[in-house]
């Protein structure tokens, strides 16, 4: 899901292998590096992954953020 306004981009994402606080803390990390982030909402319970951002983010650069924090990236909610 893909939500944009005139300002930013909501984009929800679904990520495997969270399961507690420490994962959404090291998903959260990862994300919000990426140039543009302005907030990420990690939810473990349901793996959903909410990002908002300045613009529209390359899945590829989300993939490998998320990859990098020890989880995979499976697609959009």
Do not use: I
């Amino acid at each position: 899901m893909t939500a944009e306004t005139d300002t930013q981009t909501t984009t929800v994402y679904r990520v495997t292998g969270m399961t507690c606080g420490h994962c959404e803390g090291a998903v959260t990390a990862e994300l919000s590096a990426l140039p543009g982030v302005d907030s990420v909402k990690a939810v473990a319970a349901t793996g959903e992954v909410t990002v908002v951002s300045a613009a529209p983010l390359a899945d590829e650069d989300v993939r490998a953020a998320v990859d990098e924090a020890g989880y995979e990236l499976t697609g959009r909610a």
